[in-house]
C-alpha cells in the first residue's frame, strides 16, 4: 500500500506501541498521517515521530475530536473574545469505564484486547488514555504547559495508574485542575472556565 503512488495520505488508527514503526513506515513514504492519540508510548518515541514527519516532509495531525465539538469550540470563541475575561482556573475532568467495559453495551460485547493491560504496549493508563485528549484541549485554549505536577491512583492494583488527578500551569498562567478516571460506569467530561469578567447586575439569588 505505502508503495502505491496514487496513496496521498493514511490513517494510523492501531495500539501505541505500533504508533511509532508505522509513522516512520508511512512517513518515508512520503504519505501524509492522521494518528490516533496519545502520539506515542514516551517522549522519545514522540520526538523520533515528530523528527521523521519534519524530515520527510509530510504533515502529521492528531486524532483529538475535543477541538472540533462545537461546545467546546464556543468556549474558545469566547476566549478569544474576551466574554471570560482573562481565564484564572479551569477544571477539566473526563471520567468513564475506560478499558473494563469495552463495548458492554453493544448486543454482543467486545472482547478487551490485551494490550490494554500491557504497560509495555500502552506506556500508561488512564492519564495518557483520557488526560492526553484534555491536555491537548487545554493547550488550545491557554497554550504550552508551564509546569505541571500530578498524583496517579491505583484503585485496580495494575502496574499503571487508573486514575489521575494532575495541576497544571499554562503560557497565559492559566491554571488547570485535570482529573481522569477509569472507574465509573457513568461517561463524564466537562470543562468549567473560571474568568475574571464581573456581572453586569448584582446578583440577588439566594
Given at each position: 500500500?505505502?508503495?502505491?503512488?496514487?496513496?496521498?495520505?493514511?490513517?494510523?488508527?492501531?495500539?501505541?506501541?505500533?504508533?511509532?514503526?508505522?509513522?516512520?513506515?508511512?512517513?518515508?513514504?512520503?504519505?501524509?498521517?492522521?494518528?490516533?492519540?496519545?502520539?506515542?508510548?514516551?517522549?522519545?518515541?514522540?520526538?523520533?515521530?515528530?523528527?521523521?514527519?519534519?524530515?520527510?516532509?509530510?504533515?502529521?495531525?492528531?486524532?483529538?475530536?475535543?477541538?472540533?465539538?462545537?461546545?467546546?469550540?464556543?468556549?474558545?470563541?469566547?476566549?478569544?473574545?474576551?466574554?471570560?475575561?482573562?481565564?484564572?482556573?479551569?477544571?477539566a475532568?473526563?471520567?468513564?469505564?475506560g478499558?473494563?467495559?469495552?463495548?458492554?453495551?453493544?448486543?454482543?460485547?467486545?472482547?478487551?484486547?490485551?494490550?490494554?493491560?500491557?504497560k509495555?504496549l500502552?506506556?500508561?493508563?488512564?492519564?495518557?488514555?483520557?488526560?492526553?485528549?484534555?491536555?491537548?484541549?487545554?493547550?488550545?485554549?491557554?497554550?504550552?504547559?508551564?509546569?505541571?505536577?500530578?498524583?496517579?491512583g491505583?484503585?485496580?492494583?495494575?502496574?499503571?495508574e487508573?486514575?489521575?488527578?494532575?495541576?497544571a500551569?499554562?503560557?497565559n498562567?492559566?491554571?488547570?485542575?485535570?482529573?481522569?478516571?477509569?472507574f465509573?460506569q457513568?461517561?463524564?467530561?466537562?470543562?468549567?472556565?473560571?474568568?475574571?469578567?464581573?456581572?453586569?447586575?448584582?446578583?440577588?439569588?439566594?
Amino acid at each position: 500500500m505505502l508503495k502505491d503512488q496514487e496513496i496521498d495520505a493514511v490513517i494510523i488508527a492501531l495500539p501505541n506501541h505500533l504508533h511509532l514503526k508505522c509513522v516512520v513506515d508511512a512517513a518515508e513514504a512520503k504519505k501524509h498521517i492522521f494518528l490516533e492519540k496519545p502520539i506515542a508510548r514516551s517522549t522519545e518515541e514522540a520526538k523520533h515521530i515528530l523528527s521523521v514527519t519534519q524530515k520527510n516532509n509530510v504533515k502529521l495531525m492528531m486524532g483529538y475530536p475535543l477541538r472540533f465539538n462545537q461546545q467546546f469550540r464556543n468556549l474558545k470563541t469566547k476566549i478569544l473574545d474576551g466574554t471570560l475575561g482573562d481565564i484564572e482556573i479551569a477544571n477539566a475532568n473526563y471520567i468513564s469505564t475506560g478499558p473494563f467495559f469495552h463495548g458492554a453495551k453493544a448486543h454482543t460485547p467486545i472482547p478487551v484486547p490485551e494490550w490494554w493491560f500491557n504497560k509495555e504496549l500502552t506506556g500508561g493508563g488512564a492519564l495518557i488514555d483520557l488526560g492526553s485528549h484534555l491536555i491537548n484541549l487545554l493547550r488550545w485554549y491557554f497554550g504550552e504547559v508551564k509546569d505541571v505536577k500530578s498524583h496517579l491512583g491505583y484503585r485496580f492494583n495494575m502496574s499503571f495508574e487508573d486514575r489521575a488527578t494532575c495541576l497544571a500551569k499554562f503560557e497565559n498562567n492559566a491554571k488547570a485542575i485535570i482529573t481522569v478516571g477509569w472507574f465509573s460506569q457513568d461517561y463524564h467530561l466537562n470543562i468549567q472556565l473560571y474568568g475574571t469578567v464581573k456581572q453586569s447586575k448584582p446578583n440577588t439569588n439566594p
